[in-house]
């Protein structure tokens, strides 16, 4: 089974940027599209950026121009890129599988917490 481990998260203040890492082991990992969820206390996840195997990204309007995700296949490993950061992009953060892309999703891993605030 694909194991995914999520780093990079913190506490920075608004205006400020970090860069999130999502390890996978197995060298499927290249085959997949692969996505940056994030959840908020009481709010759904929700999927904000996605990239496909081939590099092609998309993104939700909220994060458009502020977010950036890349993967380097052949370190197995997804980032994204944030930088303007917003209090409301408060989160958990999750990688998995782009679920506009896949029947189904890979066990979740911890996430990692990104924090906004003055």
């Given at each position: 089974?694909?194991?995914?481990?999520?780093?990079?998260?913190?506490?920075?203040?608004?205006?400020?940027?970090?860069?999130?890492?999502?390890?996978?082991?197995?060298?499927?990992?290249?085959?997949?599209?692969?996505?940056?969820?994030?959840?908020?206390?009481?709010?759904?996840?929700?999927?904000?950026?996605?990239?496909?195997?081939?590099?092609?990204?998309?993104?939700?309007?909220?994060?458009?121009?502020?977010?950036?995700?890349?993967?380097?296949?052949?370190?197995?490993?997804?980032?994204?890129?944030?930088?303007?950061?917003?209090?409301?992009?408060?989160?958990?953060?999750?990688?998995?599988?782009?679920?506009?892309?896949?029947?189904?999703?890979?066990g979740w891993g911890q996430g990692t917490q990104v924090t906004v605030s003055s």
């Amino acid at each position: 089974q694909v194991q995914l481990v999520e780093s990079g998260g913190g506490l920075v203040q608004p205006g400020g940027s970090l860069r999130l890492s999502c390890a996978a082991s197995g060298s499927i990992f290249r085959f997949f599209a692969m996505g940056w969820y994030r959840q908020a206390p009481g709010k759904q996840r929700e999927l904000v950026a996605a990239i496909t195997s081939g590099g092609s990204t998309n993104y939700v309007d909220s994060v458009k121009g502020r977010f950036t995700i890349s993967r380097d296949n052949a370190k197995n490993t997804v980032y994204l890129q944030m930088n303007s950061l917003k209090p409301e992009d408060t989160a958990a953060y999750y990688c998995n599988k782009d679920q506009s892309r896949s029947s189904s999703l890979l066990g979740w891993g911890q996430g990692t917490q990104v924090t906004v605030s003055s």
